[in-house]
């Protein structure tokens, strides 16, 4: 009996692994890219992806759960048939604190369960029927789990290695679309400005200002090899629409924007030069996880962030030209402008700046070798850090 089972199990594994993934599968992966590049509703993607991944590996049962931003607690469930369901806010604190949804998200990696009776991570719950197999994924994006796919069927091993190659494929779509829907749905929650003066004070107006050189180098010959509409759209637009958030979160402006860079001012009451550098480094993070979208979408590679603080007087004041804009003039700025040139990837500031942060528990300053200016000075540079 023994050498029997031994030989129907090699069996089944030999004709598991040689299964070929068909025409029919290649074309619904293929349209579900499709689909999920035209929608930005965050309901249409998960519910899209759900049905895709039930379809490919004829699974009657499916979830996915959407967690928060801490990827600990579940916010949100889209299901087949949430009428069979047990009502989210009784199953959610078990599933990730005892049950497989948990493993796999502490774990950030898949579970192929064969059959649950025999596998201890199963939780069984209202709403799960007689499931005897299951297929679980994280939604991985960067060093976040966004996310989690659970796949079920009332048969003993029903779900194999091709099912998990194919569900890996889905959910790496899937969770660079939540991300982008994500940040979609941040830049329509930013409230529109409130008609009147841009500016505490409508007169040009000196004040000692955070100035914030950045921009992705590559960035314009990526459009330049891309198609209009998507260089503009998903990259150029995105680009900047994630500048201007983060910089006006901190409590800056965009002065301008040249190429495929930008200035941003920090003047404001408070802590300038702080603001500005957390405003830096909350841009070089967000800007990873587009350029990581780019390259899947679009195949660009780019590099990390380039950025220069400098901390001066400048004169800021408005353009009336068809419409008032906000417009700077000063040494700091083109400053500002150099060390971004000199950064490869990374966050550069002069020595007001260091010296303004120098007790801040928070940030790391390594002195370079100083900036020769035109005149036969040197100015003092130095690589900002978190701790």
Same mark, same amino acid.
């Given at each position: 009996?023994?050498?029997?089972?031994?030989?129907?199990?090699?069996?089944?594994?030999?004709?598991?692994?040689?299964?070929?993934?068909?025409?029919?599968?290649?074309?619904?992966?293929?349209?579900?890219?499709?689909?999920?590049?035209?929608?930005?509703?965050?309901?249409?993607?998960?519910?899209?992806?759900?049905?895709?991944?039930?379809?490919?590996?004829?699974?009657?049962?499916?979830?996915?759960?959407?967690?928060?931003?801490?990827?600990?607690?579940?916010?949100?469930?889209?299901?087949?048939?949430?009428?069979?369901?047990?009502?989210?806010?009784?199953?959610?604190?078990?599933?990730?604190?005892?049950?497989?949804?948990?493993?796999?998200?502490?774990?950030? =990696? @898949? #579970? $192929? !369960?064969?059959?649950?009776? %025999?596998?201890? /991570?199963? +939780?069984?719950?209202?709403? &799960? *029927?007689?499931? =005897? @197999? #299951? $297929? !679980?994924?994280?939604?991985? %994006?960067?060093? /976040?789990? +966004?996310?989690?796919?659970? &796949? *079920?069927?009332?048969?003993?091993?029903?779900?194999?290695?091709?099912?998990?190659?194919?569900?890996?494929?889905?959910?790496?779509?899937?969770?660079?679309?939540?991300?982008?829907?994500?940040?979609?749905?941040?830049?329509?929650?930013?409230?529109?400005?409130?008609?009147?003066?841009?500016?505490?004070?409508?007169?040009?107006?000196?004040?000692?200002?955070?100035?914030?050189?950045?921009?992705?180098?590559?960035?314009?010959?990526?459009?330049?090899?891309?198609?209009?509409?998507?260089?503009?759209?998903?990259?150029?637009?995105?680009?900047?629409?994630?500048?201007?958030?983060?910089?006006?979160?901190?409590?800056?402006?965009?002065?301008?924007?040249?190429?495929?860079?930008?200035?941003?001012?920090?003047?404001?009451?408070?802590?300038?030069?702080?603001?500005?550098?957390?405003?830096?480094?909350?841009?070089?993070?967000?800007?990873?996880?587009?350029?990581?979208?780019?390259?899947?979408?679009?195949?660009?590679?780019?590099?990390?962030?380039?950025?220069?603080?400098?901390?001066?007087?400048?004169?800021?004041?408005?353009?009336?030209?068809?419409?008032?804009?906000?417009?700077?003039?000063?040494?700091?700025?083109?400053?500002?402008?150099?060390?971004?040139?000199?950064?490869?990837?990374?966050?550069?500031?002069?020595?007001?700046?260091?010296?303004?942060?120098?007790?801040?528990?928070?940030?790391?300053?390594?002195?370079?070798?100083?900036?020769?200016?035109?005149?036969?000075?040197?100015?003092?540079?130095?690589?900002?850090?978190?701790?």
């Amino acid at each position: 009996m023994g050498t029997a089972q031994t030989s129907t199990s090699r069996t089944r594994t030999v004709a598991l692994a040689n299964r070929v993934v068909s025409a029919d599968t290649i074309t619904a992966l293929h349209q579900f890219a499709l689909d999920l590049a035209a929608r930005l509703d965050l309901n249409d993607i998960l519910a899209r992806a759900l049905l895709t991944a039930a379809q490919l590996t004829s699974s009657p049962h499916a979830t996915l759960l959407l967690l928060d931003v801490a990827g600990d607690r579940v916010c949100y469930r889209v299901a087949l048939d949430n009428g069979n369901l047990a009502p989210l806010e009784l199953v959610a604190g078990p599933m990730m604190q005892k049950g497989l949804a948990g493993w796999v998200v502490r774990e950030r =990696r @898949a #579970a $192929l !369960v064969y059959d649950t009776e %025999h596998d201890p /991570r199963w +939780l069984p719950g209202p709403g &799960l *029927g007689d499931l =005897r @197999a #299951a $297929l !679980v994924l994280p939604l991985l %994006h960067a060093d /976040r789990v +966004l996310g989690i796919l659970t &796949l *079920g069927h009332e048969s003993v091993d029903h779900y194999h290695t091709g099912h998990l190659n194919l569900i890996e494929i889905i959910g790496a779509q899937t969770a660079l679309a939540i991300e982008y829907a994500q940040l979609a749905e941040q830049f329509r929650q930013v409230p529109s400005p409130a008609p009147g003066p841009l500016l505490p004070n409508p007169q040009p107006t000196a004040y000692d200002t955070a100035v914030l050189s950045a921009g992705l180098r590559g960035l314009s010959a990526a459009i330049d090899a891309l198609a209009a509409q998507p260089g503009f759209d998903d990259v150029l637009s995105s680009f900047f629409q994630t500048a201007a958030l983060i910089v006006d979160r901190h409590g800056g402006t965009i002065a301008s924007v040249d190429d495929d860079t930008f200035v941003a001012l920090f003047y404001t009451p408070g802590d300038p030069p702080r603001q500005a550098v957390l405003a830096a480094h909350e841009l070089r993070t967000t800007t990873q996880r587009l350029r990581e979208r780019w390259q899947a979408r679009h195949g660009i590679r780019l590099g990390a962030l380039d950025g220069g603080i400098v901390m001066g007087m400048v004169t800021v004041g408005t353009l009336d030209l068809l419409r008032p804009i906000v417009h700077a003039v000063g040494a700091p700025l083109a400053q500002a402008r150099r060390l971004r040139e000199l950064a490869r990837g990374e966050l550069f500031a002069s020595e007001r700046v260091a010296l303004a942060l120098s007790a801040d528990p928070l940030f790391a300053f390594e002195a370079l070798q100083p900036l020769e200016l035109r005149n036969g000075m040197t100015q003092p540079i130095f690589r900002i850090a978190l701790r």
